[in-house]
């Protein structure tokens, strides 16, 4: 009984510290990925870019990125839950990539392009950058920032599916072989928390493009609709 019951302490420590590691530990770690993320970012703003100007008569055409796996590429900026909260979004949704921050889903639409620009992220370990994903209303501003504009997404609906329900990537969501005629953007994250029994989706649509000026604000950062 006396050696059952050290097991059972043993143990009990054990699944204490896998606890602390995944809900603390790991986000200290993705803390350290997201600054380096954002410092690699910003110098890589920095870089003039090749592409010669538009024609006064023509918009400024949008700086497509082809960013490698884990490379970060877009700030993601959600006023409803905080004008501090801006994690970097990363390409690719493999468990490495996740784990430095919310992830783009490889072949789905760039932010602005016509189709669904589709984003994944943790909701209770690695920094959960989703954790209050389930807090936001329709018509809230969803913004995404690229080297030289905003992309201001209106959340328009949310929805909890199965794990395996991959429709929801598609280029116009749960309707397969549709073609896109807009711009739209889909989060996906484990539902519900502290368990990945189904999958929480939050669906939303391109509002505007907003040019980057100098001293200029995020739009919507201090909270307005």
Same mark, same amino acid.
């Given at each position: ?20 590691? =995944? ?9 350290? &990925?997201?600054?380096?993320l ?7 703003? =920095? ?22 796996v884990? =490379? ?24 490495? =990539? ?13 932010p ?54 991959l ?54 950062? &201090?909270?307005e609709?």
């Amino acid at each position: 009984m006396r050696a059952a019951g050290e097991l059972l302490i043993t143990a009990g420590l054990l699944v204490a510290l896998f606890l602390v590691y =995944q809900l603390w530990i790991t986000d200290l770690f993705q803390a350290r &990925s997201q600054s380096r993320l954002h410092d690699r970012l910003a110098a890589s703003w =920095q870089t003039p870019s090749a592409k010669p100007p538009a024609k006064p008569s023509e918009p400024p055409p949008a700086l497509r990125p082809d960013p490698a796996v884990g =490379q970060g590429f877009a700030v993601l900026h959600i006023p409803r839950l905080g004008n501090d909260y801006a994690p970097v979004v990363v390409e690719g949704v493999g468990e490495p =990539q996740l784990e430095e921050g919310p992830g783009h889903y490889p072949g789905t639409a760039m932010p602005g392009e016509i189709g669904n620009f589709v984003v994944s992220g943790h909701r209770t370990t690695y920094g959960k950058p989703f954790n209050r994903l389930d807090e936001l209303r329709p018509g809230d501003p969803i913004v995404v920032e690229v080297a030289d504009r905003y992309y201001v997404y209106r959340m328009t609906r949310s929805e909890v599916v199965a794990p395996n329900r991959l429709d929801v990537t598609d280029p116009v969501p749960e309707r397969p072989g549709a073609i896109a005629e807009a711009a739209m953007m889909t989060m996906t994250t484990c539902h519900p928390k502290f368990s990945a029994k189904s999958r929480l989706i939050v669906f939303a649509n391109l509002d505007k493009t907003v040019m980057k000026t100098p001293g200029g604000a995020v739009p919507f950062a &201090s909270g307005e609709a």
